[in-house]
């Protein structure tokens, strides 16, 4: 409750005014920040240290920034989500404990108080999720990046990080060739592997593990799963949705758990919102067991018991097709769904038909790859940084975002924890810098 409390306040000063919350001593001749990479745990980090009164530059690989936020608003932009604390934090599973300390400073309240800040008011959906009211990322991107422009902050794009050289100057390609830059104190915002066409390609993986720095590497994460379709399965019904269905599958510990949602037979596989909820458990279960076992029941509103009743009746001269779809409602992908797993002779055993349109088994064989996926696991391990998000191994040096070492599932919860990480971060730089110049 304390901590709600406190969060709240954080909102209402949010955006803080730039001239009342900078350090007084160092409004003008304030130490350097270098952030590298402009998503939005970047851009956040920015906002934070320059409002702090730190001089700041950012780098960005890409002609632009923040191109994985806006292919982020392309179907509705999710920002963030209207479930209440502490129930949120525990989105982000095992780093539920340490997340929950980021939110304690910048929950989601304060991100809807920062979109508001730019003019754009967001609303909840009736999933819990919530949206800015145009549902589009470009005009927040927009506002932000112009607002940091009027604030100071310095952007440098084509600018692709290259690591450090031996005197610690941070080594840059540029247009111009390579550029060294030195940096007082430094932000990495790299992202993580997924979409590396956006720009976040996980390269910084080896130029920190050879830094000294505990890095998970980076796994799928909100990803889609190979099952190993026949090809008629495959050639006929990839894209076909599977909706309604309800999901058994086991976690990691071991305890059996279901989910109700929608899914989309993919090529190789299945991939869809209610699969991505799943992709952490699951992915697990591969690592384990080498395969996952996932269950969908096909017929949610109908109960075993009236499908073994209604599928013993006759069927006549009527195809297989024709009795599921009169007998049980199932049609389209459900029924192929059945013809694939079903062996002949079972076709003609009601209990059995019943059974497997409740539970239909699938054998999970690989999580698609990573630059396929919405998110990364992995990533710098949060037991190798302090609480301000410097890395141990690197006096001055922060991460944030993405590349850090938590999952969560979509629905907001990924923007909500880079911006948070974010913002922990510039003012972790900002505190470290202001310590040093005293
Ligand atoms: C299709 C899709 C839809 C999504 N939808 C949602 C959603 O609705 N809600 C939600 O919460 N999340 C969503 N996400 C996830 C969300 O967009 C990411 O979690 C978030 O953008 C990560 O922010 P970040 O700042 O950590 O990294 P990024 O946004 O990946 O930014 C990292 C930046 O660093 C730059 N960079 C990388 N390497 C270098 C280098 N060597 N030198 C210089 N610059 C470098 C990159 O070019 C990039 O601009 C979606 C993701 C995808 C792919």
């Not at 479930?83 to 929950?107: C, H, I, K």
């Amino acid at each position: 409750m304390l901590a709600l409390k406190k969060s709240r306040a954080a909102l209402l000063q949010y955006p803080a005014p730039y001239s009342a919350t900078r350090m007084s001593s160092t409004s003008q001749h304030s130490p350097g920040l270098v952030i590298v990479g402009g998503g939005p745990s970047g851009l956040m980090a920015a906002e934070t240290a320059r409002a702090l009164g730190l001089e700041v530059d950012l780098y960005e690989a890409k002609g632009s920034v923040g191109r994985k936020f806006l292919i982020a608003g392309k179907g509705g932009m999710n920002l963030t989500h209207g479930e209440p604390r502490p129930a949120f934090d525990q989105r982000y599973g095992q780093r539920a404990g340490e997340l929950g300390r980021w939110l304690d400073d910048f929950d989601a309240d304060a991100l809807r108080c920062w979109a508001r800040s730019l003019g754009v008011e967001t609303f909840v959906g009736s999933s819990g999720r919530v949206f800015p009211s145009d549902l589009k990322a470009a005009p927040l991107l927009r506002g932000w990046v112009h607002r940091l422009r009027e604030s100071g902050v310095r952007f440098h794009v084509h600018h692709r990080w290259l690591g450090w050289r031996d005197d610690g100057a941070l080594r840059f390609a540029s247009p111009d060739g390579e550029r060294f830059v030195h940096a007082p104190a430094t932000v990495l915002a790299l992202g993580g592997g997924s979409w590396p066409q956006l720009g976040s390609d996980g390269a910084w993986q080896t130029l920190l593990a050879e830094r000294g720095v505990d890095v998970a590497p980076l796994q799928p994460s909100n990803c889609g799963f190979d099952v190993g379709w026949s090809a008629y399965l495959s050639s006929h019904h990839a894209g076909a949705p599977l909706k309604p269905v309800v999901a058994y599958w086991r976690d990691a510990s071991g305890r059996l758990q279901s989910r109700q949602g929608e899914c989309v037979i993919t090529q190789t596989g299945i991939e869809g919102s209610l699969i991505y909820a799943l992709s952490a458990d699951l992915r697990h279960a591969i690592a384990q067991q080498g395969h996952a076992v996932l269950e969908l029941d096909l017929a949610p509103d109908r109960t075993l018991d009236r499908l073994c009743r209604d599928l013993a009746k006759p069927r006549g001269h009527r195809s297989f097709t024709e009795h599921l779809r009169r007998q049980a409602g199932v049609t389209g992908v459900k029924t192929a769904l059945l013809h694939e797993i079903l062996e002949p002779a079972q076709r003609l055993d009601a209990a059995a038909i019943a059974r497997t349109i409740k539970r239909l088994p699938l054998r999970l064989q690989r999580p698609r790859p990573l630059a396929e996926a919405i998110s990364s696991a992995g990533g710098v391990r949060l037991e190798s940084m302090d609480d301000a998000l410097m890395l141990s191994a690197m006096p001055g040096v922060f991460c944030a975002g993405e590349m850090l070492d938590w999952e969560a599932p979509t629905g907001g919860y990924l923007l909500t924890a880079c911006f948070a990480s974010g913002y922990r971060a510039g003012r972790g730089a900002a505190a470290w810098l202001q310590r040093r110049s005293r």
